[in-house]
């Protein structure tokens, strides 16, 4: 029995290889990724010790092996060997590797997450007992903007807010046809929109919301530099109750899903381990029961920037180079703010057994995962 597992040093990935090393066992885990062996072990460790829970047994790290490789290459860039090495007695693959990018060029979002998904599924080929666990995203349900969202469900009905949702849409296309054609058991498993209220080190992959955060201070930065003073500006306005008003587009009454990362690692692993009763593929959307509302995600904004005023708005007239900015860069990100629907969770809850849900995102978390409090804008 072993392991093989893709996107090890990514936010998502790195919590699931600690919860699969914290279940115990002696099962070797094969780490394939791009960089040498050497380099892949230090990044690798270094994304899965900080983390800190779950526990580790003595020795965990002794279970990982690493293999380079780069899944946007045909056959992964492996020799036959190192094919052969990787397939020996695999029982399960987890493909977690993936591109996250929600705006610009589409070509680099098709190589990693199509292509890639069809190299993997390529090796999977060669290890016929694989229970094969393909991380996809709850946003596959794309611009649907209401209702309840099955976990069977997979359609291009409504159209994609973004590249990176179709891509994954595609994969999931790719992972089920296989399935079909080959007979194989597969879970392919949704989170929908990552976040963590523990601070990331700066060397480690970050969370989607950080996306909106780096665009807020690099405006900022811009305009202090540009000689308008701004943290003079930003105190003295704090002081009589004042702020800089930054209007964004987006629905003031939408909502999102947002889980907690290491609930979805948590989760993700028992749904592996529960393979009886089912065959074919199986769907499971680790979402959070409740959604997270647009106007938490704003008061949280107030809590890391408290003398910025952001007010949601459904059109931007004349925005200005700041405002601009955000609508421009940012889109992505603030398209998850913009639904009214649910997601089933049926599957999951099967899955799962006696796992607690996941703690509330609601103001305090997000000012949390924002760094409210820490110092965000320049001198």
């Not at 115990?24 to 394939?32: H, N, Y």
């Not at 047994?57 to 293999?67: G, I, K, V, W």
């Not at 979402?287 to 704003?298: D, E, F, I, L, S």
Request: proline content about 7%; charged content about 20%; hydrophobic content about 40%.
């Amino acid at each position: 029995m072993s392991i093989l597992f893709t996107g090890a040093t990514g936010f998502l990935g790195s919590r699931v290889l600690r919860e699969l090393l914290a279940r115990g066992g002696d099962a070797p885990i094969t780490v394939l990724g791009r960089g040498s062996g050497r380099a892949l072990r230090t990044r690798t460790e270094a994304a899965v010790t900080w983390l800190d829970t779950p526990p580790l047994p003595a020795a965990a790290f002794e279970r990982l092996r690493f293999l380079s490789g780069d899944i946007t290459l045909p056959g992964l860039g492996l020799s036959a060997a190192d094919r052969a090495r990787a397939t020996d007695g695999v029982t399960e693959i987890w493909h977690s590797a993936a591109l996250l990018k929600l705006e610009g060029d589409p070509v680099p979002l098709y190589a990693a997450n199509v292509l890639g998904t069809r190299h993997v599924l390529e090796l999977a080929d060669e290890a016929p007992d694989a229970h094969v666990l393909h991380v996809s995203t709850a946003y596959v349900a794309g611009r649907r903007l209401t209702g309840h969202v099955l976990e069977s469900e997979l359609s291009e009905e409504y159209g994609f807010q973004t590249s990176y949702e179709e891509s994954k849409y595609t994969a999931e296309r790719l992972v089920r046809a296989w399935a079909g054609r080959t007979g194989r058991r597969v879970t392919v498993l949704r989170p929908s929109l990552l976040a963590t209220d523990r601070p990331v080190p700066g060397h480690l992959p970050g969370q989607p919301l950080d996306v909106l955060l780096r665009i807020v201070d690099d405006g900022m930065r811009a305009r202090a530099s540009h000689g308008h003073g701004l943290t003079r500006y930003l105190t003295a306005a704090g002081l009589r109750g004042e702020a800089l008003r930054i209007r964004v587009p987006a629905d003031p009454e939408g909502e999102g899903n947002v889980v907690p990362a290491e609930y979805a690692a948590r989760a993700m692993v028992r749904a592996a381990a529960r393979t009886a009763g089912w065959d074919g593929v199986r769907t499971v959307h680790v979402t959070h029961p409740h959604n997270t509302t647009a106007r938490a995600a704003v008061r949280a904004l107030h809590a890391r920037y408290p003398g910025i005023a952001v007010h949601l708005v459904p059109e931007v007239d004349r925005p200005t180079p700041l405002e601009a900015l955000v609508a421009q860069q940012a889109a992505g990100v603030l398209g998850f703010s913009a639904f009214h629907r649910t997601y089933d969770r049926t599957n999951l809850l099967a899955a799962v057994g006696d796992l607690p849900d996941p703690e509330p995102v609601d103001d305090a978390y997000l000012a949390r995962a924002c760094g409210a409090g820490q110092v965000a804008v320049p001198a």
